[in-house]
Every structure is written in structure tokens, then in C-alpha cells.
């Protein structure tokens, strides 16, 4: 009889544990990398506040449409070290694994450093992390961070310089690069080419790499000095040249750790970033967008509607659709971390408060599988609630026939007697 109240009493308690898991969210954090994968955007590791490195992988649910400010958040397995200044990339080759490249790698939640890899593999069907052996690792990238690769068709992934990180008490901590790096997905092959030419910027800029196989590198830093804004640095995929293009239009103030995305018609949004003062701190948290033509180099400033993003540096963006998604960063100079996101719909410039799926053929399929999803949803919760329910009422019944035979039971019959009978 007990036994019966024991399961009521878990069922009712798990059903709540469930629904408490679903509610999740993740805490503010800032220095993430993010992958958008299907219909998931990923968020990887990240600075928790004050500065925990985390181990935490999140993402964002973009399959059905949602009010920005209640996102549909899921967590996912941690990775195997704290994880900040890193950069992921999605493989071509079958579109699930993502690579997590460079970074500051620590103990899970501790301030000791971890030495162990350079390069983590997430499957994202199985959920479940490895370390891929790489043949030819160049030993002098190990902890570079404050990078952002980007990956060809055929899995070549190429990081450009970066900084290293040797320790929190040592001065100075950190060394910076101009190096290309690249690692070979299909054979898992990393080869490090030195620059003959001279390269500006070094870390905290973005890399966004058009159809024609060029890298755009925009903004970024070299210690205090930051890259001119007009004088865009080109890598070029095919030949292993760099080249210098001279942008003209708006003039967009120098920044760091700003976000880029690419359309499809060949502009680079960028968005937010800093600058820091000559200590390395933070001195100042931009809030713009800022549009480069790919074809004609050229800077403009959209005129934008909506309730604007606030400032954010430090924080990650994708492109969904027509929406260019800002997650989590810092918002001011007070190491104020935010863990919002913020959706620009590009079609017109104007940062939205719902996510709405557009309404294509290909939407209007996973639309429907969505509402599938959502009906089975529906039919197991409302199979838990009767199962409760019935659960309940058997206990019930059983327990006041109990309590009967109890009322009745004349004196001195044994236990086992009423069992029996
Ligand atoms: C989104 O949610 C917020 C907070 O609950 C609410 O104030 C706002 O009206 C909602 N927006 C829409 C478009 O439903
Ligand atoms: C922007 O475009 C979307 C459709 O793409 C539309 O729903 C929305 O009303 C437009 N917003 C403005 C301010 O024009």
C-alpha cells in the first residue's frame, strides 16, 4: 500500500522536476563561442559573472516562432573544460559535428588552466564530446584565443593570429599572433603558415568568409591599437595571399570583439564591440550597426526601427532566415553581463520582439512537424495526467477499503487473517 503512495508521490515530483528543467535558463555570461547547427543555435562555454570560465552548453530552439524575452532554451552536455575566448565551426562535410578551436581551456569551474587540447569534437546527434588526434598540431598554438575561424566547403578551417594565455599572475600573460592556421576536417591535418607580409590586426576582430573565397578580417586589435575600420584586410583561400581593401562610405569607428554576419547578397553586418584604454580595460561599449558591401567596399548605416539592442561586446551573433540573432555579452564597462538575445530582422532593418519563422515552403514543412512535435507533447502530458489521476483514485479506493476492513476487523484477528480474506 505504501509502495503505491511512494510511486504517486515520485510521478507527481519527477512531473515537476520536468517541468522546473524546461523553465531553464541559462545565467548571463559573455566571451561564448556560438554555432548554429539546423534549426539549433549552440552557445558554448563563456564567462559566467563575475569571471568563471564555463563548462555550460546551451541552445537556442529556433524551430518554432517565440517572444524574445521568454527564450526557448535547452541545456546540452557540458563540455570537458571550461571553455571562454574560443571559436567553433560547423563541418561541411556532414553538417552536425562542431569543432571548438583554441580558446582559453580551464579545469571545469575552477581558475586552473587546462593544457590538454587545442581542438574539441561535439557530435551534436549523440550530444557527447571527444578530443580528435591531429596530425601535425603546431605545439605553439596551444591556448591561442580571442579568434574567429571560419570553414570552407570542403572542411579547411583557417584561424588567423590570436593571442596565447600563460597565466593570470604572470606579466605580461599573453603573447600575440599573425599566423594562419589551418586545420583539415577530411584528415584531420594542421598546418601553420607564417606571414611573409605585414598583417595589422591580430585578435578581436571577425572573420567572415565570402562564396569567392575570400576572408574579410574587420576590426580586431593589436594590443591598445586597433585595426582602421577603412583599411579591411583580406586573406584569400586560394592563393594564400593577403590583401588590403579600402573601404569607402560612413566612417565606422575602430572596435573589438563586435560581431559579423554574412548575407546572402554579400554584406557584412557588424554589430556592437569595444575599444579598451592602454591597461587593457574596457573603456567603452558600442551599440551600432554598421553594414560593408562586399562587392563595392563600402560602409553604410542603415536606418533602423525597433527598440534597439543595447550596447554589447564580448557577446556572439548568427544568421537565421532573414534574422541576425545577438546572444549573451557584456553591456557596459562594469562587467554588466547580459543573457539576452536580440533579433534584427535584415529584410528591413528593424529589431523584432517575436521570432516569426518565414513563411516558405521548406518553413511551412518543419512548421508542421513542429505542430506534431507539439501534439505528441500534449498527448504524453495529458497521458501523465490520467495516469496520476487513476493512480490516485485506485490509491484512494484502496486505501479507504483498507481502512474499512480495519473498522470492522474484530478484535484479536491477525493481520494475515484480513489479508486472506
Ligand atoms: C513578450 O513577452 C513580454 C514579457 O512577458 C511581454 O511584455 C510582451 O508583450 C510579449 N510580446 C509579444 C509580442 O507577445
Ligand atoms: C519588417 O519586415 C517584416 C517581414 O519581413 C514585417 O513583418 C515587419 O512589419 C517589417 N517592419 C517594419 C518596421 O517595416
Not at 581551456?105 to 580528435?132: C, G, H, L, R
Not at 596551444?142 to 597565466?167: H, W
Not at 516569426?356 to 518553413?363: A, D, E, F, G, L
Request: proline share 4%; with cysteine.
Amino acid at each position: 500500500m505504501k509502495s503505491l503512495y511512494y510511486i504517486l508521490f515520485l510521478i507527481i515530483f519527477s512531473s515537476r522536476y520536468f517541468f522546473i528543467i524546461c523553465q531553464n535558463v541559462p545565467s548571463p555570461r559573455r566571451e561564448q563561442t556560438s554555432t548554429l547547427v539546423g534549426t539549433k543555435l549552440y552557445f558554448f562555454g563563456g564567462n559566467i559573472s563575475p569571471t568563471l570560465p564555463s563548462n555550460e552548453v546551451w541552445y537556442l530552439d529556433l524551430s518554432s516562432s517565440f517572444n524574445i524575452s521568454t527564450p526557448p532554451w535547452h541545456s546540452s552536455t557540458v563540455m570537458p573544460v571550461g571553455y571562454n575566448f574560443g571559436t567553433s565551426c560547423l563541418s561541411p562535410i556532414d553538417n552536425s559535428t562542431v569543432f571548438l578551436v583554441g580558446g582559453r581551456t580551464w579545469i571545469a569551474n575552477t581558475f586552473d588552466y587546462s593544457n590538454i587540447s587545442s581542438v574539441y569534437q561535439f557530435n551534436s546527434k549523440t550530444s557527447q564530446w571527444t578530443i580528435p588526434a591531429i596530425n601535425n598540431f603546431n605545439s605553439s598554438f596551444l591556448s591561442r584565443n580571442m579568434i574567429q575561424a571560419v570553414i570552407d566547403k570542403n572542411g579547411k578551417m583557417f584561424i588567423f593570429g590570436g593571442t596565447n594565455f600563460i597565466s593570470l599572475t604572470v606579466t605580461p600573460n599573453s603573447t600575440f599572433y599573425n599566423d594562419m592556421n589551418t586545420l583539415d576536417i577530411s584528415t584531420m591535418t594542421w598546418s601553420t603558415q607564417i606571414q611573409s607580409q605585414s598583417v595589422l590586426i591580430y585578435y578581436a576582430y571577425t572573420a567572415t568568409l565570402l562564396s569567392n573565397g575570400l576572408i574579410v578580417y574587420i576590426g580586431g586589435r593589436r594590443g591598445s591599437s586597433y585595426a582602421n575600420m577603412a583599411q579591411i584586410q583580406t586573406f584569400d583561400t586560394k592563393s594564400y595571399t593577403w590583401s588590403t581593401k579600402f573601404a569607402s562610405g560612413t566612417t565606422i569607428a575602430s572596435r573589438g570583439s563586435h560581431s559579423a554576419v554574412l548575407t546572402q547578397d554579400g554584406n557584412i553586418i557588424i554589430y556592437g564591440g569595444s575599444t579598451d584604454d592602454s591597461s587593457g580595460k574596457l573603456s567603452y561599449v558600442l551599440s551600432d550597426i554598421a553594414v560593408l558591401n562586399t562587392n563595392s567596399w563600402v560602409w553604410t548605416v542603415p536606418s533602423i526601427s525597433g527598440i534597439n539592442a543595447p550596447p554589447l561586446t564580448e557577446h556572439s551573433a548568427a544568421l537565421y532566415k532573414n534574422y541576425m540573432i545577438l546572444g549573451f555579452g557584456a553591456t557596459s564597462t562594469s562587467a554588466l553581463y547580459t543573457n539576452n538575445i536580440y533579433m534584427l530582422d535584415i529584410q528591413n532593418y528593424t529589431w523584432v520582439t517575436t521570432f516569426n519563422i518565414p513563411t516558405t515552403t521548406n518553413q511551412e514543412q518543419s512548421n508542421s512537424n513542429n505542430s506534431a512535435n507539439l501534439y505528441i507533447g500534449i498527448g504524453i502530458g495529458v497521458g501523465v495526467f490520467i495516469l496520476v489521476v487513476v493512480l490516485f483514485v485506485v490509491g484512494l479506493f484502496i486505501y479507504k477499503n483498507r481502512h474499512k476492513q480495519e473498522i470492522i476487523a474484530t478484535p484479536g484477528t491477525s493481520k494475515d487473517d484480513r489479508i486472506l480474506k
